[in-house]
DNA sequence: TTGAAAAACGGACCCGGGGTCCGTATCGTC
DNA sequence: GACGATACGGACCCCGGGTCCGTTTTTCAA
């Protein structure tokens, strides 16, 4: 499987060993955090400036292992069979695409966390959320009488953020599939919640806050 | 409004002005991750010493900062009248409370994110996150037909993280009313679909994750 | 086969920021 | 006013991300 057209072989021997290397220090190690950009080229058997030719600076690495790592379920996701195709019908999709992204986190604990908290600013402008945000709106939009797909589609996303899933599974130590029953109900319920009023809130009620 | 007894009062003005210093800093600053600490003992005509002696470390810093702010919500919550004390009948309340969060969010943004994301580690770790937990968690349980109080809690907060509010308001520019209403018909819903079903969810469909 | 240009290598180096240390200044008490 | 206790401040240390450049490897044309 050729990938990087017009690199040289070493190069590309290089950037797949960094990638190996980094993978599994992130799984064995604690916390993210340390895990040092050293680390990872010491581990590879590389220098740092290989390192950073090849992925330009910390996030690059972490962004180039998530993609990778993603790659199946984006697959699944965009040209799959059911539950996660786009065959499937709509009710059904919400539920099944966060469960996968839930699995996804639940799998890659660690670096989902090092790239959603050390990716150099806001996870929001990474373009893996994007497309997760998009896909997950659109398919939103097609079950009527939900109040606003764009915003409901980041609050379910937020529950699966990767510090959130980390606190439950690596600190309160709720089993994996409680997790996920858990997420799932969440999500039936906010799905349900469509089928009782056409449009509601609108007006909020009055508040001055303190500044 | 006396505050630390048995503290030089050198001591008590030096504490004043480096908080004054910061949250007029943060206020000020595009980004948090560009106020460092030489900056804020700078502002606030203060030596570093003196500002790692008062507050630790950075985490230290923010967290005063962010409970000197949250102090009023505090109080209303506690002690105050409706919607927000502790008088008012749930199915109020928790739009009420996670409707004062926001807006305190938005009130602060660069302070929440800030601490949400430098704070030193996971955020869910922080003694406050933990008492809006408890107290979203414990109110929702007098609520009879949601699945899970506790992840529900977790999930609905999740809603109001400071990086989607900065990603909501300061990136897409939606306007605060919205944001606002948004999250209270989110709510809403949430809440509305105790009303359908006794116990739901339970099973999970099959999933075989790559790992 | 060869030789030279292009591309990649690697680790010494730089820089900026969090956090510490300790000699000096200030406070508070007798 | 003197002395112990406490706070001050900024020079200093450490560590990690990112850069630079002399050296090595690859590639390709002659």
């Not at 604690?30 to 990872?40: F, G, H, K, L, R």
């Not at 799959?80 to 699995?103: K, M």
């Not at 806001?122 to 959320?129: F, I």
């Not at 919640?193 to 500044?211: D, N």
Request: hydrophobic residues 40%.
């Amino acid at each position: 499987m050729p990938e990087r057209r017009s690199s040289r072989k070493d190069a590309i021997r290089s950037r797949e060993a960094v990638l190996a290397a980094a993978d599994a220090l992130f799984a064995r190690r604690e916390s993210p955090e340390d895990v040092t950009m050293a680390d990872v080229a010491a581990a590879a058997g590389v220098g740092k400036g290989t390192l950073f030719r090849a992925f330009g600076d910390r996030a690059g690495l972490l962004r180039a292992l998530y993609e990778a790592r993603l790659e199946p379920i984006r697959q699944a996701v965009e040209t799959g069979p059911q539950p996660l195709g786009p065959a499937t019908p709509p009710r059904e999709r919400v539920p099944a695409l966060l469960d996968a992204l839930l699995c996804f986190k639940l799998d890659n604990r660690r670096l989902a966390l090092a790239l959603e908290e050390g990716g150099g600013g806001s996870p929001y402008r990474a373009e893996h959320y994007e497309r997760w945000h998009t896909l997950l709106r659109s398919v939103l939009e097609q079950i009527p009488g939900l109040p606003d797909s764009a915003f409901t589609a980041h609050a379910l996303l937020a529950a699966t953020r990767a510090d959130l899933v980390e606190h439950l599974v690596g600190e309160v130590r709720v089993p994996r599939d409680r997790v996920r029953a858990q997420l799932a109900s969440f999500v039936t319920g906010v799905l349900a919640s469509g089928r009782l009023h056409g449009s509601p809130a609108g007006e909020v009620a009055e508040k001055k806050p303190s500044s």
